[in-house]
């Protein structure tokens, strides 16, 4: 695709409303708040979780060493095609991403959204396209908000970056952004792969699929709220793309899953990435392996940084179950669709529940 249709379909991937900075208005005294950020409903979904079943509900851990060796790679294959299956998240040790790139990263992130706003200006979000600073998924005036600012863009393919945004980011910041943009997808295509060997699809059908895939990196900042019961900083979704990797950026804890009827929450390991499976995913396997439900909450007092890095098929593919994976026992639970309307459709709705994976499915009769 030449670099105008890039420009052109990553332009007509969506826009979100303009909304101002929750890092500023945060510097303010909570009546100076506009309402639209209230969201007290969310308090009423919170379930409480007993000690004891918070400790027996622990999303599974998947050792990358392991997965790729020898000798212990079937019983931790199996490990994470249950993860997958039951779970929707998991978190990945010795994935051999170096632990001083993370610590550079974490840094400069926080350093970024530590900028003036007349810095930040510069990377802001425009009425015409949803990347840089602002929030994503906005789509009228008076739509309640969540407390966060985000810093949302392409990384890859590189001809799909926005010349304002990733080329111009301050040194070394981008050149560590660009080193950990590489090894996100070196991540993301080995756990493909090994999806790809649990599935028993047929071999390299899914890794084709995402060889040159889209990679969008979204930078979370959730200022504290004296009543964090009475905002939300990430409303409850399930993501779009098909393989997330996060990385918390500090100690406070706000991500929460879906599990059970109950909102469990999840406790990053040290140099660990969490890693939750996307609503693509969940359509490419027909249904084997589950996107989930999760939300971030909000500290009463203390900051909380994250940083997500979404993988999904290349733009020109076509979204779709895996034809090994439809069966007359199984039938094709979702539609299929062109990459470029599936974004379309995604980012021109209110990000809500799986509203977005429910789109795509296919309503059998009884």
């Keep these: 695709m030449s670099q105008e249709g890039m420009e052109k379909l990553f332009k007509e991937s969506g826009t979100s409303v303009l909304v101002p900075s929750v890092q500023e208005l945060s510097k303010e005294s909570v009546s100076n708040v506009p309402q639209r950020y209230f969201q007290p409903q969310h308090q009423q979904q919170r379930l409480l979780i007993s000690q004891q079943s918070h400790a027996t509900l622990q999303i599974p851990v998947i050792d990358m060493h392991n997965l790729l060796s020898q000798e212990s790679g079937s019983s931790e294959l199996a490990k994470l095609h249950l993860a997958c299956k039951e779970w929707g998240f998991f978190q990945i040790i010795n994935h051999g991403v170096s632990s001083s790139l993370v610590e550079k990263i974490k840094l400069e992130i926080k350093e970024f959204f530590n900028l003036p706003m007349s810095e930040k200006k510069k990377f802001w979000q ?3 396209n949803m990347e840089g600073f602002g929030q994503l998924f906005v789509v009228s005036e008076d739509q309640k908000l969540d407390w966060n600012d985000m810093f949302y863009m392409n990384s890859l393919p590189r001809k799909s970056r926005m ?10 910041f981008r ?3 660009e080193l950990y943009s590489q090894k996100m997808k070196d991540v993301a295509m080995i756990i493909i792969g090994q999806m790809e060997k649990a599935l028993e699809v047929k071999e390299r059908e899914m890794i084709e699929l995402f060889e040159d895939g889209i990679q969008r990196m979204r930078m979370n900042y959730y200022p504290p ?3 964090p019961e009475k905002v939300i900083g990430f409303s409850n979704h399930s993501d779009g793309d098909a393989l997330t990797i996060l990385l918390q950026l500090n100690e406070i804890e ?4 879906r599990k059970d009827g109950m909102w469990v929450p999840v406790k990053p390991l040290p140099n660990a990435f969490v890693v939750n499976v996307g609503d693509i995913m969940e359509i490419i396997t027909n249904g084997t392996y589950r996107s989930v439900e999760h939300r971030a909450t909000v500290n009463s007092e203390k900051e909380r940084l994250s940083f997500a890095t979404f993988y999904s098929p290349r733009e020109d593919a076509v979204l779709g179950p895996s034809p090994c994976l439809i069966t007359h026992q199984t039938p094709p639970q979702f539609k299929s669709t062109s990459a470029n309307q599936y974004f379309k459709d995604f980012f021109a709705r209110k990000l809500e529940g799986k509203s977005n994976r429910d789109n795509m499915k296919i309503e059998h009769p009884n």
């Excluded at 706000?254 to 899953?257: F, R």
């Design 254 to 257: 706000g991500l929460q899953i």
């Design 163 to 172: 010349p304002h945004l990733f080329p111009q980011l301050p040194h070394p």
């Design 126 to 128: 425009t009425s015409e």
């Design 175 to 177: 050149d560590n952004l």
């Design 225 to 227: 709220f004296p009543q």
